[in-house]
């Protein structure tokens, strides 16, 4: 059973970094793109970055220049590096992932269970 298990999340100031992982376990074949989206409290979910398995990247403007996503393909995870964080990036934090499990012929996406961002200020 393929499932992503975050971890990373937590509190820190304005202006403070935190690194995000997301793990992806179970028999997989392959993983195409990886993603992190947030929802803050009364919004909708938003797409903040997206990897390629070729390694291209893609940013919400919001969150250029201070974030960087990155994915190690041997472990299958995917990481997101939050610089210059400000409360306004308080948020959970969910990985997605579409993945293609072994023995199946096509791919799904998968989401992990979020993980809770709070930016003080």
């Known amino acids: 059973q393929v499932q992503l298990v975050e971890s990373g999340g937590g509190l820190v100031q304005a202006g403070g970094s935190l690194r995000l992982s997301c793990a992806a376990s179970g028999s997989i074949f392959s993983i195409n793109a990886m993603r992190w989206y947030r929802q803050a409290p009364g919004k909708q979910r938003e797409l903040v970055a997206t990897i390629t398995s070729g390694g291209s990247t893609n940013y919400a403007d919001s969150v250029k220049g201070r974030f960087t996503i990155s994915r190690d393909n041997a472990e299958n995870t995917v990481y997101l590096q939050m610089n210059s964080l400000n409360p306004e990036d308080t948020a959970v934090y969910y990985c997605?992932?579409?993945?293609?499990?072994?023995?199946?012929?096509?791919?799904?996406?998968?989401w992990g269970q979020g993980t809770q961002v709070t930016v003080s200020s």
């Open positions: 997605n992932a579409e993945i293609r499990p072994a023995r199946l012929k096509l791919g799904s996406n998968y």
